[in-house]
């Protein structure tokens, strides 16, 4: 519950009845009969939620708002009229209103937008020590997500990184598996400890062995010094096998027997070293056809797939690109040095029309490129490769069916309002809430709503 609630009214009765009321539930209520009374009172007290008249002489409550947020960040403030109509709403919302109360309305309606508002505010605190917890997790490399299938990953994720077991990470080339390997690091009990990552197909087959578990002096020609390997430099944190699949055979018994046993035999050397790592392998290739062909050991593979996580393809994904894009747009503003702030409603379609087949690497490519070639704010189609911006692949006019309509707005209206009623859905019509799931503001949500005729 809020503490303090300043009240603006210029009506003397409303605002004595409205002191009552909130006192008499426990509320510390200030008042003003005007705006500029109110300025003074917020200058000399902290208020944690303002209503506020929207017809007043003098200042009124449009002219509040910035001035009452300028000096209070973050405060809701809760607009009140008797001339009350949803375009007078919208507009206060649009202002920076939290929200609108038309006069007259009864004692149960203003305690119920006050608990919205506090509940709003708790999830706007509690988001941001998450984004903080998450920022210090993940460093540059946040994972975006609103769709089902990434959302459920990340839950499993969270679910499991705390444990030492070897996680098997799958999934199509540039769909991020780095990036989730990392993420498991990071929230696990090792992330004050090393984060090393290998590729296995980079490194020559006659080498990978020395660069894994390490080799002795004088152990091969060319070994001047002894040589610690990487499970050595993962000790007591996590070693990253990306591209696990491209191990070979040899090798796939060793490193069975190094997660198996905990400990690895350096090349050379004729004792072992116990070691304290966690194994995370990823690969885009289907291990099970691989063991078909007897390209990889079955009971690696079992020792590898304690738990696993398959992230999908950007194409299975398509709610997550516009969060994708302004992700990779705030990334490249400071990096490029440019001011690129949005990309227009046809390059969207564009974007999210296409099937991707270098999943989130191709996209954050194709925006950094964008950006460079966008001389203004708003990135066009025309800053667009060929291939996205005139698919090869469009069906002929004989394949179209005369009666489809083909025009993008509507359809890109019609896949918004889709994921809007899912959010409102999942958060049982909460529309702060979904607003957050969506990741978009609560103006811009009731917008929409009121734009796309949604009911909840």
Known sequence: MYDRILIVDDDDALRESLELILSADGYHVLSADCGEAALDVISESSVDVVLCDLRMPGLDGFDLIPQISCQMPGTPIILMSAHGTEDLAVEAIRRGA??????????????????????????????????????????????????????????????????KSTILVTGESGTGKEVIARAIHQQSPRRERPFVAVNCGAIPENLLESELFGHAKGAFTGANR????????????????????????????????????????????????????????????????????????????????????????????????????????????????????????????????????????????????????????????????????????????????SNEPLALKPARQAFEAKIIRKALARTDGNRTHAAKLLEISHRALLYKIKDYGIRD
């Open 98 to 163: 939290y929200d609108y109360l038309a006069k007259p309305f009864q004692p149960a309606e203003i305690r119920l937008t006050l608990r919205k508002a506090h509940e709003r505010e708790q999830l706007r605190h509690q988001n941001e020590l998450l984004r903080r917890d998450m920022s210090r997790s993940l460093g540059d490399r946040a994972i975006v997500a609103a769709s089902d299938g990434m959302i459920e990953l990340l839950e499993m994720l969270e679910r499991t990184a705390t444990y």
């Open 226 to 401: 002894a040589h610690r390997g990487l499970f050595t430099e993962a000790h007591e944190g996590t070693l990253f096998l990306d591209e696990i699949a491209e191990l070979p055979p040899p090798l796939q018994v060793k490193l069975l027997r190094a997660i198996q046993e905990e400990e690895i035999r350096p090349v050379g050397e004729t004792k072992s070293q116990q070691i304290d790592v966690r194994v995370v392998a990823a690969t885009a290739r289907d291990l099970t056809r691989e063991i078909a062909e007897g390209r990889f050991r079955e009971d690696l593979f079992y020792r590898l797939n304690v738990v696993r996580l398959e992230v999908p393809p950007l194409r299975d994904r398509r709610e997550d690109i516009p969060l994708l894009v302004d992700h990779f747009l705030a990334r490249f503003r400071d990096s490029l040095g440019k001011p690129v702030r949005r990309v227009s409603d046809e390059t969207l379609e564009l974007l999210v029309a296409y099937s991707w087949p270098g999943n989130v690497r191709e996209l954050e490519n194709l925006i950094e490129r964008a950006m460079i070639l966008t001389d203004g704010d708003v990135v066009e189609a025309s800053a667009l490769p060929s291939v996205v911006a005139s698919p090869p692949d469009q069906p002929s006019v004989a394949d179209v069916d």
